[in-house]
């Protein structure tokens, strides 16, 4: 039932915000706010209760909620959480505030609507998170997607048409395959069986043919990986996260990928273990095709956001690499991966959108030798420069360490190559952190450093990434029993 | 009791509604293209009605009555139309009235 | 005391934090007495460690404190384990003292920089991750501090960021290592993978059961962590990024690219001596990339006229040395090197530092001179160095320390005579340019004039460096002469003992032979640059040797073979495919849509006649169909 | 029987090319009711007296009603039939007509091709019609009440003599009309 309360705050929150933003713009922000911290002690509360349970063998669900919704079609309100649904969960909220806190200033026009967006797609996430019945799932991942729509396509910057259409565009292609493929899975299952049913336990049992089985397969794969976005599919991404507000920036990066990464590990591995052992080798040369890839195309970008967007290209290819070993340790590693590139990535976001109120630009060539006027920023954007480079200490040495040591087990070409990457990923994060903030400074003119609020956010981001890597264990046990699951299975 | 080639009746039903689409296709006025759409209507309700004098049953005739009131709202909403256009535009020419253009 | 060891580390990490925090709120006195009492602080509780080390060696050979459950799934966990045994005990001390004071000269060097805060900032961060890399006990947290002192090489060579030049030395420093970071780490998989634990005892006490000798995996294993050692201690292929990395401020260069960091490469390789020792073959690459190190840095730094890069060519053929001592299995005659060579070096570049300073940053040698009488206490410490570089015999540290390489890479279990030469040529080609250093800059005429005289925060920790340039070597002597080997026996206790092959000379005439060399070398130089001058004049007007002087001059060309081997296509690759190919696809597919959609708009021309011709087309056509099946 | 049904044939086709070749509208009307008439006398002929009196009343009747109530308000006249005469040349229709013959050779071979029976005319009742219209398809007549329904209703609305929409600069002087016409009224009404 705290699933479910969590999503209605939200929806509900978004609602007020849109009432509210007619009279009052202040009190627009408050209410968001709220909402989201209301939330986010929802999901600590929930942390707290099932922290450091490992449950072997037994059931990894904490909570399992489930209502009759459509039951003449076996559609139910099906939502449940485990440990990785919880880590996500946290992760959204956490990611919401500074969502909300990072728009305080950018946002004067529609503000209610905007906040009504963005709570909206906060609460399209969670959803996405937590639903547990295939035809929610589809609800909810389009509830996500629309508003963000509207966040690049209205508040966006000089682009945000063509950007929004683009986003647009490709995920709901995707989407649309994994509508066709859970349509299909459902007839499958009621075909075998003879009851109608959404249900994931239910499907779970569905033995479609193998043949089929890696149809409908491809169509939940390619929903996801779009959303996760592997080289191919990735067009969407860097003119999305390059045109979106700085919220839509961090939530894109921060949220809205992970949420196919989830979707590959809760659906396409548990529904379709036999299919997806087939294609795991060239899962894994897709994975490390975008790390190489990104990285290079991160190097040569001149546009600071556009450069973020590519790096997150480059890492999730390590998301995928690390889900398709098949390996405990590496599972582990993706889902510390999730995370941390949530915040480190996020946090690059919020910097860009932070220097672009400043100086009016993303081009690089216009930026230089910051650190003289803003030392503070500076600090900063090492702290998370590095964490994409993946400096040890911080949370994605972590992530990627886990990821390429279980891979070296599995496939020992990939994993060099992919080791690779990590130098790729300090071309790029330093040719960054070099022209914004090294070099002679261009202008004269005073830049203000950090602002009260702005200092808040970072460093919030700043010690979660340094905490993530240095102690990722309450992390890592938190999914330990999600992540063994997985891997017993498959 | 009597007995026809049942060819021969849905020959003229055929007939007829070539006539009628020969007139759509070939006249300008809109009102002559109505007249022509009431005459393939009507030999559409005449392959009706011939079928269903073949087997003996009501169906087609039934049929003929649906005909009859769709024939006569479209025609009643099809005048309409025509007056507001004639209104408008003062002009009755079909090859004028291109707003559905792309 | 051992359950405070935390405390050494921790302390430099407390004063990084206080002074990156709040260092804008502090004033410079508080800055400095922060920065160099936090690595003091560190100093002092590891000789008071050191002292209750060597006094009641714990029986174990080590103390370890467990601080906390790092990371942990499957079969791999790590901790952040803390564990000094004699080996890292050295390398502590080196870094906590000598790291000490050169955070007392840079109090005083550093002492108009706008960005005092940061640079001792960043400095206490380099010294707690130097200690966290000789701490660890484990190869992942041992890995966190070596990308840590990456990190920190990387701020404090681009310290002054805003000229463009240092932030590529900076930029150079970290990918350069970073290359050298990635295949370590694919060694730590693979060790990994074959073990199945990254924790350095245990790998020590499974490797010569797991592994069969010169079998192929442990041979890459050991040569995938050579290679990491070659990126961080700028070793042959990996050695380009040192010379530019001097464009940091000279106690940077000093403690950083000097005495501590570029030696972690050779700490790892002692650290994993099972491993290498397991395969041969990696063995003879470490001696080769020693020697030839040694030997083609030497020769760059022949030509050199900068002050600071003559000293970097020169750290880069110490380290050669090292290498080359590690690669002949004389373990404990590579850490003496280290030993020695941080003092020395150490010192040259602080006194290089005061040099410059008082000579308004000029960093070329030919325009300095005379500064023998005028800067007599940088004299005398410079020259107690330059003695020790040049490995004057008997008076110096760096002859004890050079002196066992020499002998060694005949004598020991991989030695071979070709090792032996190349290294005396290198030892040659040293007290060559040291002369010609200690010439060019000290005697002559004065071409600069003096700006500030180094303050007593500067010439203290010279002096103190300069003793100990002279009299470190005291505690470490030939087997032939004084039987005093103080060092080896405490390094004996993780490292094994140097094996020697039979049937060898005697070892007094490799000694002999050596400081010969030492002292030829210093005559040639003195021939060169002060007996002869015109020799080097006449030289100068030959276009061959001035294409090698300028093929030296540039490191051998080593940039330039990277830039077009690897820079550029690199470069062009990511010019030429900015605005993504796959964009184009996807771009292409919505263009054909819209021609598609032009295409068929024709058809859509508002004729009423046309749609319906159009309708009975199509009727035909099926029909006709109807009729032709 | 059969002869009833060929003349009829025959009168139907020969009246629908009249039809469609008329230039004047008003004759092309009339002939048309010729037309509806004569497949009425098919219906007759083919035992289904009911639908061709409906044939008779309302497709002869009301619907040409209506179409002659048009063609009067607009007033078709000569004009037209000159204006006819000009557009339907040769070139303008030959090309369709061929079109729709291949069409209905087409369609004459397949029927041809298919129940070639005799077919005997049984006469079906009207009782017979009603009811299955009324059981069977009576969600059909229902859908056919909501169409004649909609036809009338949106019949009503297009139909509505709408005010020309005038943009606001032109408004004035269309009130400025207005006044004047109400003056005018009121003067009469008070003369």
Not at chain 1, 279 to 306: E, N, P, S
Not at chain 3, 128 to 157: F, H, P, Q, R, T
Not at chain 3, 525 to 549: D, P
Request: proline share 3%; charged share 10%.
């Amino acid at each position: 039932m705290i699933l479910v309360w969590m999503i209605s705050i939200l929806l509900t929150g978004g609602l007020l915000c849109w009432l509210a933003g007619r009279r009052n713009n202040e009190l627009v922000k408050w209410i968001a706010l709220l909402t989201l911290l209301v939330d986010f002690v929802l999901v600590g509360n929930l942390w707290f209760q099932h922290q450091g349970v490992v449950t072997s063998g037994a059931s990894t669900w904490f909570i399992d909620y489930k209502i009759n919704w459509i039951p003449s079609f076996g559609i139910s309100f099906h939502v449940a959480a485990d440990g990785l649904s919880a880590v996500m969960l946290a992760l959204t909220f956490f990611l919401g505030i500074l969502s909300v806190l990072c728009s305080w200033n950018e946002i004067t026009q529609r503000t209610g609507f905007y906040y009504f967006n963005l709570l909206w797609t906060l609460a399209g996430i969670t959803g996405v998170f937590v639903a547990l019945d295939l035809f929610l799932f589809y609800f909810f991942w389009e509830v996500m997607l629309v508003p963000m729509y509207f966040l690049i396509a209205i508040w966006g910057d000089k682009n945000r048409r063509y950007a929004a259409y683009k986003f647009f565009i490709f995920t709901q292609a995707g989407g649309l395959l994994m509508l066709i493929s859970i349509l299909t899975l459902y007839f499958i299952h009621a075909s075998q069986t003879g009851t109608y049913s959404y249900d994931y336990f239910d499907l779970l049992n569905t033995k479609p043919e193998p043949s089929t089985a890696k149809w409908i397969m491809m169509g939940f794969m390619i929903a996801f990986v779009i959303k996760l976005p592997v080289v191919p599919f990735h067009n969407w991404l860097p003119d999305a996260h390059s045109e979106a507000p700085t919220a839509g920036s961090l939530i894109l990066a921060g949220l809205l990928l992970k949420t196919g990464a989830y979707g590959i590990i809760r659906f396409v591995l548990p529904l379709f273990p036999q299919a997806s052992a087939e294609i795991a080798w060239w899962a894994m040369l897709f994975g490390v095709i975008g790390i190489i890839y990104g990285a290079m195309l991160a190097f040569a970008q001149t546009d600071v956001k556009r450069l973020i967007a590519y790096t997150s290209v480059s890492h999730m290819g390590f998301v995928l690499l690390g889900i398709f070993a098949f390996r405990e340790m590496a599972m582990q590693g993706v889902v510390m991966q999730m995370v941390t590139h949530g915040i480190s990535t996020g946090a690059l976001f919020v910097l860009a959108g932070m220097i672009k109120e400043r100086l009016h630009t993303r081009d690089i060539g216009q930026m230089g030798g910051l650190w003289t006027s803003m030392p503070a920023m500076g600090g900063v954007a090492m702290v998370f420069t590095m964490a994409s480079l993946g400096l040890p200490a911080l949370g994605n040495f972590v992530a990627e360490f886990l990821i390429l040591m279980g891979t070296f087990f599995v496939n020992v070409p990939f994993t060099v190559i992919a080791t690779l990457g990590l130098v790729f990923s300090a071309l790029y994060s330093l040719r960054l952190m070099q022209k914004v903030f090294m070099g002679p400074p261009k202008e004269e003119k005073h830049l203000k450093d950090f602002s009260t609020r702005e200092l808040i956010i970072m460093a919030v981001l700043s010690i979660s990434i340094v905490f993530l890597g240095l102690y990722p264990q309450p992390v890592m046990d938190m999914v330990k029993g999600v992540v063994l699951h997985l891997t017993m299975r498959s | 009791m009597s007995f026809y080639n049942s060819q021969a009746v849905l020959i003229v039903a055929a007939i007829l509604f070539v006539l009628g689409l020969i007139g759509v296709l070939t006249r300008k006025n809109i009102i002559f293209i109505l007249i022509s759409i009431e005459v393939m209507l009507n030999a559409a309700g005449l392959a009706f009605v011939a079928a269903g004098s073949r087997w003996g049953q009501p169906d087609g005739q039934v049929m003929f009555l649906f005909i009859l009131a769709m024939a006569a709202s479209e025609v009643s909403v099809g005048l309409a139309l025509v007056m507001q256009t004639y209104h408008q535009h003062k002009t009755l020419d079909a090859e004028k009235l291109r707003a559905l253009r792309d | 005391m051992h359950q405070y060891l935390f405390l050494i580390p921790a302390l430099p990490l407390a004063g990084f934090l206080l002074l990156s925090l709040g260092g804008r709120h502090l004033s410079r006195k508080i800055i400095a007495w922060i920065g160099v009492g936090s690595v003091s602080a560190a100093a002092i509780f590891t000789i008071i460690l050191g002292l209750q080390f060597l006094q009641a060696p714990p029986p174990e050979g080590s103390y370890t404190q467990t601080l906390w459950q790092w990371m942990s799934t499957e079969n791999f966990s790590c901790a952040i384990n803390l564990r000094v045994d004699a080996l890292s005990l050295v390398f502590l001390f080196i870094i906590t003292f000598v790291g000490a004071l050169i955070h007392i000269y840079s109090s005083a060097f550093m002492r108009h920089d706008r960005d005092y805060a940061r640079f001792f900032a960043s400095m206490n961060l380099f010294v707690c991750a130097m200690l966290l890399l000789v701490l660890a006990d484990n190869l992942v947290l041992m890995y966190l501090g070596w990308e840590g002192v990456g990190l920190c090489s990387y701020l404090l060579i681009g310290f002054w960021y805003e000229t463009p030049a240092n932030c590529h030395a900076a930029n150079k420093a970290f990918y350069v290592t970073r290359i050298g970071d990635t295949a370590m780490a694919i060694g730590l998989f693979l060790l990994f993978k074959e073990l199945g634990t990254l924790n350095i005892p245990e790998i020590l006490q499974q490797a010569p059961q797991h592994f069969t000798a010169a079998s192929p995996n442990i041979t890459l294993i050991a040569l995938l962590l050579l290679a990491g050692g070659m990126g961080k201690s700028a070793q042959l292929p990996l050695q380009t990024w040192l010379p530019d990395a001097m464009a940091g401020p000279s106690p940077v260069s000093a403690l950083i690219h000097a005495a501590t960091m570029v030696t972690a490469g050779v700490y790892l390789i002692a650290r994993m001596h099972v491993v290498f020792q397991l395969s041969p073959v990696a063995m003879d690459v470490t001696a080769i990339v020693g020697a030839l190190t040694l030997f083609i840095a030497g020769c760059s730094a022949l030509v050199q006229t900068d002050i600071k890069r003559i000293l970097a060519y020169s750290t880069i053929s110490q380290i050669g040395y090292m290498f080359l001592a590690l690669g002949v299995g004389a373990w404990s005659a590579a850490i003496f090197h280290f030993f020695t060579h941080a003092f020395f070096k150490a010192l040259l570049f602080l006194a290089a530092g005061a040099i410059i300073e008082s000579l308004h940053h000029e960093h070329d040698i030919f325009k300095m001179g005379g500064l023998r009488k005028k800067m007599p206490l940088v004299f005398w410490t410079f020259l107690a160095g330059a003695a020790a570089l040049a490995a004057l015999p008997l008076i110096s540290a760096g002859f004890f320390s050079k002196d066992q390489i020499l002998w060694y890479a005949w004598s020991a279990g991989n030695g071979s005579p070709m090792l032996w030469f190349v290294a005396l040529a290198g030892a040659f080609i040293t007290a060559f340019y040291t002369t010609r250093l200690m010439i060019v800059v000290f005697w002559g005429e004065m071409k600069t004039h003096i700006g500030e005289y180094p303050g007593r925060a500067m010439t203290i920790p010279l002096v103190i460096l300069a003793i100990l340039s002279v009299i470190a070597g005291f505690i470490e002597w030939p087997h032939n002469m004084v039987h005093l080997t103080l060092f080896s026996d405490l390094v004996q206790k993780v490292l094994p003992a140097t094996m020697l092959q039979d049937d060898l000379p005697e070892e007094i005439v490799f000694q002999i032979i050596a400081a010969a060399t030492a002292l030829f070398g210093v005559y040639t130089g003195y021939v060169f640059y002060q007996g002869n001058k015109a020799l080097i004049e006449e030289w100068k007007q030959s276009s061959a040797l001035m294409q090698i002087r300028n093929f030296l001059f540039k490191g051998w060309a080593f940039d330039q073979l990277y830039d077009a081997l690897f820079v550029r296509p690199f470069k062009f690759l990511t010019r030429i495919n900015k605005s993504d190919l796959f964009d184009k696809l996807y771009n292409g597919i919505a263009l054909v849509s819209r021609r598609l959609n032009q295409l068929f708009s024709i058809s859509q021309n508002g004729s009423l006649r046309w749609y319906i011709v159009g309708v009975l087309i199509g009727i035909i056509f099926i029909l006709t169909l109807q009729l032709m099946l | 029987m059969p002869l009833l049904f060929y003349t009829s044939s025959v009168i139907a086709i020969l009246a629908t090319i009249m039809v469609i070749t008329r230039y004047h509208p008003i004759h092309a009307l009339l002939y048309l009711v010729v037309s509806f008439l004569a497949v009425a006398m098919i219906f007759l002929s083919l035992g289904a007296p009911f639908v061709a009196v409906l044939e008779v009343i309302l497709y002869a009747g009301a619907i040409i009603v209506l179409l002659i109530f048009v063609v009067m308000m607009l007033n078709l006249g000569t004009d037209t039939a000159t204006q006819e005469k000009q557009w339907l040349q040769p070139k303008v229709w030959i090309g369709p007509s061929l079109l729709a013959l291949v069409l209905l050779s087409e369609m004459v071979i397949l029927l041809m091709q298919g129940d070639n029976a005799d077919m005997q005319v049984t006469p079906v009742e009207i009782k017979q019609v009603s009811i299955s219209l009324y059981k069977e398809y009576i969600i059909a007549l229902e859908l056919a009440g909501f169409l004649l329904m909609a036809g009338i209703v949106g019949a009503a609305h297009i139909g509505k003599h709408k005010k020309k929409h005038l943009h606001r600069f032109l408004q004035e002087e269309n009130l400025d009309a207005e006044n004047k016409k109400m003056k005018q009224v009121e003067e009469t009404v008070n003369n």
